[in-house]
Structures are given as C-alpha cells and as structure tokens.
C-alpha cells in the first residue's frame, strides 16, 4: 500500500503565496520522480513541475520563475513554492511519485487526492 498525502492548498490573493507538501508513504522501494500537475475545470491535467531523485527541475512555462520545487529524499516528500500567485494559477492540484514499491520490480506513477488552491482577483 502506497499513498501520497498533499497539504497546503487553499485561497490567496493574487500576488500572494502559498506553499505545497506532498508526503510519500508505504511499501516504498525507490521514488525515481516527483511532480506537482493541477487541472482546473473543464481543462486537462496539466504539468506543474518536476524533479528527480538527482535534483533536476522541470517547470511548465506558465510557472517558470514564480514556482519553485523541492524534495526531501529522505522524507519522500516534494514540495511546490508558488509566488506571484494568478488567479489563472486557480486548480485542483496533485502529487504524483513516480516510484517502485517493495513488491514489485517495475515503477509506476502513484497521485494523491489533490488539494483546491483558488487565488482572486
């Protein structure tokens, strides 16, 4: 049993912050990558960022220079900094791990529940 808890999410003004913790846990092997999308409605899921077990970031345009990701290997755990907060930033988003468990030979993505951030105008 794996499972990816998110926390942090919830309503700013624009401009504003907030901050995003995922934290991985259960039968873990290993987390190869970890990564934030959202999906607001009526849209797709769409990519946020990412990191890798190295350290190497990946950002969606959109995002570049207002959010940063982190990771705590240790912890299993990534998180999402986001500054200068847009209201068009507003969607439900989610962890996803991409990872192998104790039982199994081959990795697979895993995603959390999703926490809402709405920021207004």
């Known amino acids: 049993q794996v499972q990816l808890v998110e926390s942090g999410g919830g309503l700013v003004q624009a401009g504003g912050s907030l901050r995003l913790s995922c934290a991985a846990s259960g039968s873990i092997f290993n987390i190869n990558v970890m990564g934030w999308y959202r999906q607001a409605p009526g849209t797709q899921r769409e990519l946020v960022a990412t990191?890798?077990?190295?350290?190497?970031?990946n950002y969606a345009d959109s995002v570049k220079g207002r959010f940063t990701i982190s990771r705590d290997t240790a912890k299993n755990t990534v998180y999402l900094q986001m500054n200068s907060l847009k209201p068009e930033d507003t969607a439900v988003y989610y962890c996803?791990?991409?990872?192998?468990?104790?039982?199994?030979?081959?990795?697979?993505?895993?995603w959390g529940q999703g926490t809402q951030v709405t920021v207004s105008s």
């Open positions: 990191i890798t077990s190295g350290g190497s970031e």
């Open positions: 996803n791990a991409y990872m192998r468990r104790t039982t199994s030979y081959t990795y697979t993505n895993y």
